[in-house]
């Protein structure tokens, strides 16, 4: 995993960090990606209704300044390319309704309703680094996650049936998994185990932790379900390593991408790993609720045997083969991969607005080069907060692990009692947006492809002035 490189001698929290912030964005051979994003203006943030016209753009009446958006965790910005694509996307509909799903139009970067799924996996196989038969766009993570569960999860109440999760899982995670238990029959007392850290108040896990517990139940585990990030925290998992130790003591293993997909390197395939599922509008900047993805190896869906292979899984049309998807016989061919998975066709207006945001990530070259910004910038994101006045400083702490190989661009920042709301506020007030998850933490992530540094010395600046004002408020009542 590539480590954080040093930056530039200057002192965090200095006179001189807006300067410092400029040059390092002078000097970021990506930094002309954030022109492909539609970054609103504070004026627009502020705005009670929608702008006039048919589309939103930066030029707002009151104020052209850009807002300080660093909450790609939550959802990424839209792509300026999204409109674009979604119009051709309704244009082929309008004029050419039904023949949209075979006809190639030669002046239309689109292809064709019948091959949509296959130009999207053929673009997501490289960010999560699997084999393009590997990966699958389609449905939404919790649907994911209960499919590739009603595939691979087979218990045996008198052998193994538990299923291994954190104690704070992202709650959808702990709803499926709990239901999963009820439809087999178990009882999730008995066959849920819950990962807790006996060391961290946060219950950030250490690699040695989570190896103890498989170990625990070595004998009776059937699944371990993780996130690669943890959404709260931002801890990034050893995923190489724990799915490692996992399957050798005969442990199906699936990960949890929602934060991590487009945020860290990923090498899905290489890793070993079992099985997935993600989310696409936060990183990967999709658009809310657009459809997710699935990872599944190669060798657990061949599907050779089909009276052994797939008797297990849920289908659907969609997930039938090409040849015979249309022949409308009654009988179940899965596409070879994670493509069998799918149910419905799938949402082209979906698909057509991931894959515009997919066509920057292929602009910046690869994860590679995002990772290696995003490790500068939440580490100069960690020198300015470590930079502030000792009276601001004594009103937070970083959740997140300092150790760059263990966090992705998240900070996760947990506030005094009862400064939560009025941080948000007066933040607001600036134009500044991040996500707060309460009782008391705000998540502050600056997204590579359209974050700079300056957008961090603009948040510290804020934040500073937005504990100030909170602490003020508090203490008057």
Known sequence: MTSAPVLPAGAAGSGNARERARQLDRDDELGFLRDEFNIPTKGQIASTSLPKGSSANNNDSDTTTKCIYLCGNSLGLQPRRTQTRLSQYLSTWATQGVQGHFKPLTNSPLPTWLDVDERAAEMIAPIVGAHVSEVAI????????????????????????????????????????????????????????LLKSERSRDNILTTEE?????????????????????????????????????????????????????????????????????????????????????????????????????????????????????????????????AGFQLSNPSVLDITSLCASLEVFEQ??????????SLRLTKFLEEQLEGMGKEEKGLFRVITPLDPKQRGAQLSLGLGSGLLEGVMKELERQGVIVDERRPDVIRVAPAPLYNGFEDVVGFVEAFGEALRVARRERDAF
């Open 138 to 193: 389609m449905q939404t993570l919790t649907a994911n996650l209960h499919l590739l569960m009603s595939a691979f999860y087979k218990p045996d109440a008198n052998k193994r049936h538990k299923i291994i999760l954190e104690s704070k899982a992202f709650p959808s995670d702990h709803f499926a998994v709990e239901t999963q238990l009820r439809h087999h029959g178990l009882d999730a007392s008995k066959s849920m185990v």
């Open 364 to 373: 910046a070259g690869g994860m590679g080069k995002l990772r290696e910004k």
């Open 210 to 338: 989570i190896c103890g517990v498989i170990d625990l139940h070595k004998e009776d585990a059937f699944l371990l379900l993780l996130p690669g990030i943890q959404y709260y925290t931002g801890q990034l998992f050893d995923i190489e390593t724990i799915t490692a130790y996992a399957k050798e003591r005969g442990i199906f293993v699936i990960w949890d991408l929602a934060h991590a997909v487009g945020n860290v390197e990923l090498r899905l395939h290489e890793w070993g790993v079992d099985a997935a599922a993600w989310c696409s509008y936060k990183y990967l900047n999709g658009g809310r609720g657009v459809l997710g993805g699935c990872f599944a190896v190669t060798k657990l869906i061949t599907d050779e045997r089909p009276e052994e292979g797939y008797n297990h899984r849920l289908a659907g049309w969609w997930g039938n083969d090409k040849k015979s998807r249309f022949g409308m016989e009654n009988r179940f061919h899965p596409v070879k991969g994670a």
